[in-house]
Nanobody, 125 residues
Framework: QVQLVESGGGSVQAGGSLRLSCAAS????????GAWFREAPGKAREGVAA????????YYADSVKGRFTISQDNAKNTVYLQMNSLKPDDTAMYYC??????????????????WGQGTQVTVSS
């Protein structure tokens, strides 16, 4: 069993920054990649970013490119999402995911095996 625990969410004004963390644990956990998704009320869950540790390749949704950075600390089994220049449209519940599919389909949430409980991010204008 694998457990993913997110932290770092909160409320900020537009233009502000937050850093989300996702700590993984469990006897069967083997880091192959980490990803972040978000879900806003009335909207479908969307992929935000993913990182694959083999070559450190990262992937981003167009809406967050240049503003968000995903990173990973393998020694701590933790994936981070640094979010800068936040906009009200970034308001959502953010989830981390592991047990990732092929990078070509990193944004397909149905292909991930493990999920955290989510952390709320609220950006006010």
């Amino acid at each position: 069993q694998v457990q993913l625990v997110e932290s770092g969410g909160g409320s900020v004004q537009a233009g502000g920054s937050l850093r989300l963390s996702c700590a993984a644990s469990g006897s069967t956990y083997r880091s192959n990649c980490g990803a972040w998704f978000r879900e806003a009320p009335g909207k479908a869950r969307e992929g935000v970013a993913a990182i694959y540790p083999g070559d450190g390749a990262t992937y981003y949704a167009d809406s967050v490119k240049g503003r968000f950075t995903i990173s990973q600390d393998n020694a701590k089994n933790t994936v981070y999402l640094q979010m800068n220049s936040l906009k009200p449209d970034d308001t959502a519940m953010y989830y981390c995911a592991a047990d990732c599919p092929h990078p070509r389909i990193w944004a397909d949430w149905s292909r991930f095996g493990f999920w955290g409980q989510g952390t709320q991010v609220t950006v006010s204008s």
